[in-house]
């Protein structure tokens, strides 16, 4: 850059003035490195599992080291806070991956990677996703101590229900129970506090029972009441002849509006000893999908093709049924329509689009399919460029110069990936020789996973599928020997 200096002169024999001479001088400025880039969780991604998940980035070139910041305070990311720096790679460890567990549910999370150089660092954005949906509870009671706002319906059995302080249902010590004595004959209900609940919602409804039966058959069970007890539903009944339990009900309800949870008891108390209750939650349900958070478009050079994976989304409640892909022409911000590409099944996770022209940029987009409800949410975009001109295929009847291995593909992938390697033609004694070779895939801290190839082989090009199906997500390596030649390279499970 330009600096201008001003120099003041002083003649003596001058009337005193001034001017300025300008000097220019040039300085060259330092080039930090180039930001971290493709988080492969994608920024804004949704229903990220919250007990484990792995993060990856790819690395410009020329770094001495880097690091990684990571928290649910946006502020202490972008600041590089260094009490929410997960991974530091001073002095010279340079790193692509990290893995992140016992996040919380329902919480926004900030990241992002500083990379170092002799020249200086740069930070990429605070990325951020966020993590499952917990639900939201209406009623949680534990028994602990007792069941205060609970109230007893009659006329009949009024004093026939106590809190005991045992776990004869399963759950921790204290519960509600009902008693045979005092006997009567008829209809005893309790019934929970009020629960606030807009019409039509998708409710939850979960507790623990064990029912301490005397004889003949004795009928238990639970309803619920929109009119403070004056008619009831039943969403569980039990008939028994024998001891029930200790177990678990769960079912899901389409509230009526507000309503209470009972719990009745009906014929002769003389029948049973005691029906024990515990750990009784209403909570909202979680129908929503959550669509995939990593999906990746791979153009091929030597096919007219896009290759598509993506990562498993989630869904508590219905199950996921498929996918939904989408595309359009251009970038994201292009005014094209997204149009319907495929709806794939539930173990599903790559789709070859075919239908691609050369010369062309094309968007894709995904979403969770879950039984009969709307699809989920739109996980991130993923471009990819079909190139204007594909290059030749290479075929097993040619005879490569040189060995190679080349990078698998997909990668990341689950389960599969294909790695191809490429033996040349060794000339001894006026014939052609082959090879012995093995291609070996070992974890990240070199434990053997499987031997691909362990044979020899004649002069070629080769391509192996390797399947990760069984094995945790995350880095593995692969390396081929053949005569004087090793290589070693790195691949990344995402599931």
Not at 11 to 34: D, R
Not at 262 to 291: Q, R
Not at 340 to 353: C, K
Request: net charge negative; charged share 15%.
């Amino acid at each position: 850059y330009k600096i201008p200096i001003f120099i003041e002169n002083k003649g003596s024999l001058m009337k005193k003035s001034l001017f300025s001479i300008i000097f220019y001088t040039t300085t060259i400025l330092a080039q930090v490195p180039n930001p971290a880039f493709n988080p492969m969780t994608a920024p804004g991604a949704i229903g990220i599992d919250n007990s484990e998940h792995t993060l990856f980035w790819e690395n410009p070139s020329g770094l001495q080291y880097n690091e990684c910041y990571f928290s649910t305070d946006s502020a202490l990311v972008a600041n590089m806070d260094t009490s929410v720096r997960i991974q530091n790679g001073y002095p010279s460890t340079v790193f692509n991956s990290v893995s992140v567990t016992s996040l919380l549910q329902n919480t926004k999370y900030f990241w992002c990677v500083v990379e170092y150089s002799v020249s200086g660092n740069s930070s990429s954005p605070a990325w951020y996703f966020y993590t499952q949906p917990f639900p939201a509870f209406m009623l949680e009671y534990q028994f602990d101590s007792d069941f205060e706002g609970w109230e007893v319906k009659g006329p009949l059995g009024l004093n026939n229900w106590h809190w005991l302080n045992s776990s004869n249902a399963g759950g921790y010590p204290g519960e509600m129970a009902f008693f045979w004595d005092p006997i009567f004959l008829g209809d005893s209900y309790i019934m929970s506090p009020e629960i606030p609940c807009p019409a039509g919602a998708t409710v939850m409804i979960e507790f623990r029972y064990y029912e301490d039966w005397w004889s003949d058959t004795v009928v238990v069970g639970s309803a619920i009441t929109s009119d403070n007890g004056n008619t009831w539903t039943s969403i569980w009944e039990l008939h028994a002849t024998g001891n029930v339990g200790p177990d678990n009900f769960y079912t899901t309800i389409s509230a009526p509006g507000n309503f209470r949870l009972g719990f009745y008891y009906t014929g002769d108390s003389n029948n049973i000893d005691f029906l024990y209750i515990d750990d009784v939650s209403v909570f909202t349900a979680i129908t929503i999908s959550f669509p995939p958070s990593l999906l990746q478009a791979v153009a091929s050079l030597t096919e007219q093709k896009v290759t598509l994976n993506w990562n498993g989304g989630s869904t508590p409640f219905p199950p996921i049924t498929g996918y939904r892909l989408e595309r359009k022409q251009g970038l994201p911000e292009g005014d094209s329509t997204y149009i319907t590409l495929v709806e794939t099944n539930a173990g599903t996770f790559t789709f070859s689009d075919e239908s691609v022209e050369l010369n062309r940029n094309y968007t894709y987009r995904i979403a969770t399919l879950s039984g009969t409800s709307n699809p989920s949410h739109y996980g991130n975009e993923a471009t990819a460029y079909v190139p204007e001109e594909l290059t030749s295929i290479k075929t097993e009847n040619q005879h490569p110069s040189e060995f190679s291995l080349e990078q698998n593909y997909p990668n990341p992938f689950n389960p599969t990936t294909k790695i191809k390697f490429s033996i040349p033609s060794v000339i001894a004694n006026g014939a052609k020789q082959s090879q012995f070779v093995i291609l070996k895939v070992y974890d990240i801290i070199g434990n053997e996973i499987a031997t691909l190839v362990n044979e020899e082989k004649q002069a070629g090009n080769y391509e192996v599928e390797f399947n990760g199906i069984g094995l945790p997500s995350g880095i593995y390596f692969y390396q081929l020997k053949a005569g004087n030649f090793i290589e070693t390279k790195k691949m990344i499970l995402l599931k």
